[in-house]
């Protein structure tokens, strides 16, 4: 039985990610009306999405101080490293 079916509220999710056919306008129609996931770079499209993702520690190297200045989401990778050195939520 579905979370709908038990009459549980469902969460709709939007994943943000870079490619030839992502918009500003895309994106920002998302807002308000769904949880959003931006992954990578797409964080400077969704600076008030709820959740960055990034799965490596060279990627957080590289942009931690201007996620940190922009970003005020989670945080969260699955390397172990970059989350320990930068104090993202490990998933």
């Known amino acids: 039985m579905g979370a709908s ?3 549980d509220p469902v969460t709709t999710f939007v994943v943000v990610a870079s490619g030839p056919s992502l918009t500003r306008e895309d994106v920002e ?3 308000d009306k769904a949880k959003v996931i931006v992954v ?3 964080y400077r499209l ?5 959740i960055c993702y990034a799965s490596d520690y060279d990627w957080y190297r590289l ?4 996620i940190r200045n ?3 989401g989670r945080c ?3 390397d172990v490293d970059a989350a320990a050195q930068f ?3 490990w998933i």
């Open 40 to 42: 990578n770079d797409c």
């Open 76 to 78: 969260v990778t699955v």
């Open 70 to 72: 922009s970003f005020f």
């Open 5 to 7: 079916e038990k009459g």
């Open 87 to 89: 104090g993202v939520e």
């Open 46 to 50: 969704a600076p008030w999405a709820d």
């Open 29 to 31: 129609y998302c807002r």
């Open 63 to 66: 942009h931690i101080n201007a």
